[in-house]
């Protein structure tokens, strides 16, 4: 894709590559399949644009050469390098045939170094005719082969500007058997540009070079292996409608993290495709509220994997009634019923997800207030008020010591100590009725206790002299 280099400012395109998966599985005849990559790279002029601090042509000659070192010792495996925008510069005007086959097939461990080679020696000139080369690719680029699986990695950094039409392109060689439903790996795409490139296939974010790496190898993995796995966060009718909430992959019985993802619903409203090693057990947790876990995970190699975990979830949300005209907003304590684990500390005027069941709360106002056995049902939301605090603010006649109490006629229930070094002080306390105990830090008689009892109401302000 080409476009003016002032406009790649304003537009800010962002560098994607998308896997076009291509097969021959009709003509399959054994088990040993030749895998056939051909790498689709985009050196239009937009490649000089920057991307972390380095130009994207450079990061990706990086990336690329390092991921042609790591497919060397692959088995079974040939590739070659097809480039576009690469022999014509841009001006006076574009070349939409400029796309050649820069290295045909071989055997990874001989083609590896000879596709790092050249894709070191590209620079940036004309623009990016995607459709185009797409079709070249699946007409001319690939030898015949009765046991072959044909796979096209596009590597690009933005869309079709020569009038063609890759979503098109994709479809009709979807319908003849040629490909299969590309990947989509970009970075920083807008929504606007996700839409246009959504046509041809699922979408992956990169974000860095380190994501770049990781999400080619993940790619690549699953283009070999033809391994793919989904996970179904069941909620109370069993189905997998449960979604947002981030996944961690640990090699079983081990502390070592392989793999962390966020879950997501794509758009055709099921749980989005994962790339996971077929070659390892795994260990998952689901961190809702409480986590949820499964040990011992098979992967089955070629085939889609569906791992199911019930985690039914509900929403509480915490409010404050009244006017809360001291802005303050207290914490609370959740923990599963009947259990003294913390499992999260929510604030007030905030919803939280939950796994659905009974919570203890504890709510850190003062004093205390103490919840038990509350609900949280399936997709609903519990909302939990209580009255905003008052504040108080105490005068002392010197620095001392000094307690507020509850005071409901028939007991005193301590709630919290006063400052000693202070002269005066303010405190936060639910509505009610109370009692301050207070003594100057000089004086040595017990009788010169000074008791106030007051009236906490939500919102409001008060003053209480302690002499």
Same mark, same amino acid.
């Given at each position: $894709?080409?476009?003016?280099?002032?406009?790649?400012? &304003?537009?800010?395109?962002?560098?994607?590559?998308?896997? %076009?998966?291509?097969s021959s599985f009709l003509n399959l005849?054994?088990?040993?399949?030749?895998?056939?990559?051909?790498?689709?790279?985009?050196?239009?002029?937009?490649?000089?644009?920057?991307?972390?601090?380095?130009?994207?042509?450079?990061?990706?000659?990086?990336?690329?050469?390092?991921?042609?070192?790591?497919?060397?010792?692959?088995?079974?495996? !040939?590739?070659?390098?097809?480039?576009?925008?690469?022999?014509?510069?841009?001006?006076?005007?574009?070349?939409?045939?400029?796309?050649?086959?820069?290295?045909?097939?071989?055997?990874?461990?001989?083609?590896?170094?000879?596709?790092?080679?050249?894709?070191?020696? %590209?620079?940036?000139?004309?623009?990016?005719?995607?459709?185009?080369?797409?079709?070249?690719?699946?007409?001319?680029?690939?030898?015949?082969?009765?046991?072959?699986?044909?796979?096209?990695?596009?590597?690009?950094?933005?869309?079709?500007?020569?009038?063609?039409?890759?979503?098109?392109?994709?479809?009709? $060689?979807?319908?003849?058997?040629?490909?299969?439903?590309?990947?989509? #790996?970009?970075?920083?795409?807008?929504?606007?540009?996700?839409?246009?490139?959504?046509?041809?296939?699922?979408?992956?974010?990169?974000?860095?070079?380190?994501?770049?790496?990781?999400?080619?190898?993940?790619?690549?993995?699953?283009?070999?292996?033809?391994t793919t796995v989904q996970v179904d966060?069941?909620?109370?009718?069993?189905?997998?409608?449960?979604?947002?909430?981030?996944?961690?992959?640990?090699?079983?019985?081990?502390?070592?993290?392989?793999?962390?993802?966020?879950?997501?619903?794509?758009?055709?409203?099921?749980?989005?495709?994962?790339?996971?090693?077929?070659?390892?057990?795994?260990?998952?947790?689901?961190?809702?509220?409480?986590?949820? !876990?499964?040990?011992?995970?098979?992967?089955?190699?070629?085939?889609?994997? &569906?791992?199911?975990?019930?985690?039914?979830?509900?929403?509480?949300?915490?409010?404050?009634?009244?006017?809360?005209?001291?802005?303050?907003?207290?914490?609370?304590?959740?923990?599963?019923?009947?259990? $003294?684990?913390?499992?999260?500390?929510?604030?007030?005027?905030?919803?939280?997800?939950? #796994?659905?069941?009974?919570?203890?709360?504890?709510?850190?106002?003062?004093?205390? #207030?103490? $919840?038990?056995?509350?609900?949280?049902?399936?997709?609903?939301?519990?909302?939990?008020?209580?009255?905003?605090?008052?504040?108080?603010?105490?005068?002392?006649?010197?620095?001392? @010591?000094?307690? #507020?109490?509850?005071?409901?006629?028939?007991?005193?229930?301590?709630?919290?100590?006063?400052?000693?070094?202070?002269?005066?002080?303010?405190?936060?306390?639910?509505?009610?009725? @109370?009692?301050?105990?207070?003594?100057?830090?000089?004086?040595?008689?017990?009788?010169?206790?000074?008791?106030?009892?007051?009236e906490v109401k939500s919102g409001a302000?008060?003053?209480?002299?302690?002499?």
């Amino acid at each position: $894709m080409f476009r003016k280099y002032s406009k790649l400012k &304003t537009k800010n395109l962002k560098l994607f590559v998308f896997i %076009l998966l291509t097969s021959s599985f009709l003509n399959l005849k054994s088990q040993n399949v030749t895998n056939r990559i051909l790498f689709v790279f985009d050196d239009s002029y937009s490649m000089y644009s920057i991307w972390n601090n380095n130009t994207r042509i450079e990061v990706a000659k990086k990336v690329m050469g390092e991921f042609m070192d790591s497919l060397k010792n692959v088995p079974d495996l !040939e590739i070659a390098l097809r480039c576009y925008g690469h022999t014509t510069f841009f001006r006076p005007e574009r070349n939409c045939k400029d796309s050649q086959l820069e290295v045909p097939f071989a055997a990874a461990k001989t083609n590896a170094l000879k596709i790092k080679q050249r894709i070191l020696r %590209l620079e940036p000139l004309g623009t990016t005719p995607i459709a185009y080369s797409l079709g070249e690719a699946a007409k001319n680029d690939f030898p015949p082969c009765d046991n072959c699986r044909n796979m096209i990695v596009l590597i690009t950094d933005g869309i079709e500007e020569c009038g063609g039409n890759p979503c098109e392109v994709s479809l009709m $060689m979807q319908r003849q058997g040629i490909f299969l439903r590309p990947f989509v #790996i970009g970075l920083g795409l807008d929504l606007k540009f996700m839409d246009v490139m959504g046509c041809i296939g699922k979408f992956y974010d990169v974000s860095n070079e380190a994501n770049f790496r990781d999400v080619l190898n993940l790619v690549i993995t699953e283009a070999l292996t033809q391994t793919t796995v989904q996970v179904d966060l069941l909620d109370t009718d069993k189905k997998p409608t449960e979604t947002d909430v981030n996944m961690t992959f640990y090699e079983a019985g081990t502390n070592k993290v392989k793999y962390n993802y966020l879950h997501t619903i794509n758009t055709r409203g099921n749980p989005d495709t994962l790339i996971l090693d077929p070659n390892l057990k795994y260990d998952l947790v689901v961190h809702s509220i409480p986590p949820q !876990e499964k040990k011992n995970i098979s992967i089955v190699k070629g085939k889609h994997n &569906t791992i199911p975990v019930d985690a039914p979830q509900g929403f509480m949300h915490l409010d404050l009634e009244g006017v809360n005209s001291n802005k303050i907003f207290p914490a609370t304590i959740v923990r599963k019923g009947g259990d $003294m684990k913390t499992l999260n500390i929510q604030d007030f005027n905030k919803t939280e997800k939950y #796994i659905t069941g009974k919570y203890d709360l504890e709510v850190l106002t003062l004093p205390r #207030i103490y $919840m038990k056995d509350v609900e949280i049902k399936q997709s609903s939301t519990n909302t939990i008020k209580i009255p905003a605090s008052g504040s108080v603010q105490f005068s002392k006649p010197e620095i001392g @010591y000094g307690s #507020i109490y509850v005071d409901n006629g028939k007991q005193v229930t301590w709630v919290c100590n006063l400052k000693p070094n202070l002269k005066g002080e303010t405190v936060y306390l639910q509505p009610g009725k @109370y009692k301050a105990v207070f003594r100057t830090g000089f004086s040595k008689e017990t009788l010169k206790t000074v008791e106030k009892n007051f009236e906490v109401k939500s919102g409001a302000v008060i003053t209480v002299n302690l002499f």
